[in-house]
């Protein structure tokens, strides 16, 4: 009761503050008499949402399926390749300089390349979603398989288990929560990746229509109200995809809590 009572709460707060915020919005605009082309109003913008939703939510959805996937498959690969760190101190030592290497190199130096060997469009778009939210996952993953109690690794050898049976019943389950923890800053990389890519790798394919394609023609255009509600609907994309993580992460620990208590007793 009270976990509802303080979720609701919080749930009431935010909405004050935004709402808050979108009042200050049309107040300073209003009041300073701001040209539409500087700073168009909440109303304004709502408006040129309204005009071009569906537009917008073709651009939600293309840009939400880029990000998702390349989301997906940086779970996949960032979870083996840290897997394979935790089991070999040489690779681990070889090759994650590679990957620090990886997360710091701009992704605009890189989206010649991109474009070579992938072409213009959605493949693409999603490859470099997967790059930009990847080291989260290796870099806590690889954390959490790591940090095991010495004492555990001692019953373990103990009870003379191989290093598979070690890793799948003591290590995994323990990284758990390491992993929940890289997808959630992953989740909202995703779809900054997602957009970054239609930025540089979007624009080139014909009839290709995500948010980050919709920004850069609308910033053309000096359709600043119009750039807006993309911003805003992006904004929304980045919140629901962390969401969904927050809401399968706290469905899978109650399930393996669950699990887990039955099979103590």
């Known amino acids: ?10 749930a009431m707060l935010t909405s004050l503050v935004f709402f808050g915020i979108l009042l200050l919005w049309q107040a300073v605009v209003v009041g300073l008499r701001i040209h539409p082309i500087i700073l ?24 939400g399926a880029a990000a998702l996937l390349g989301l997906v498959a ?3 690969l960032g979870t083996v390749v840290a897997v394979l760190f935790s089991q ?22 890189i989206a010649p390349l991109l474009i070579t060997w992938f072409g213009y469009g959605f493949r693409t778009v999603v490859f470099v979603a997967c790059i930009i939210s990847l080291f989260p996952v290796i870099s806590n993953v690889t954390a959490g398989l790591l ?3 010495e ?5 373990f050898r103990l009870n003379r288990a191989t290093r598979w049976q070690t890793l799948i019943k003591l290590r995994i389950p323990l990284a758990v929560s390491h992993l929940i923890l890289g997808t959630r800053v992953s989740a909202g990389l995703a779809v900054i990746g997602a957009i970054i890519g239609e930025f540089f790798v979007g624009n080139g394919a014909g009839g ?20 807006m509600a993309v911003v ?18 706290r469905k899978a620990l109650s399930r393996w809590t669950r699990s887990s208590h039955f099979e103590a007793e």
């Open 88 to 109: 070999s101190r040489w690779l681990r030592a070889a090759l994650y300089p590679y990957v620090v290497f990886l997360q710091t190199v701009p992704i605009v130096a």
């Open 40 to 63: 168009p109003s909440p109303i304004r913008v709502a408006g040129v949402a309204w005009q071009e939703r569906t537009t917008l939510i073709a651009g939600f959805g293309l840009t």
């Open 232 to 249: 805003l609907t992006s904004t929304l994309l980045g919140l629901m995809m962390i969401g969904l993580v927050n809401g399968i992460a």
């Open 151 to 155: 004492n555990l690794k001692d019953l």
């Open 74 to 76: 940086s779970i996949i």
């Open 147 to 149: 940090s095991v109690d």
């Open 1 to 10: 009761m009270n976990r509802h009572f303080t979720r609701l709460q919080t």
């Open 208 to 227: 290709y229509q995500g948010l980050g394609t919709l920004m850069t023609g609308w910033q053309n255009l000096a359709r600043t109200d119009a750039l």
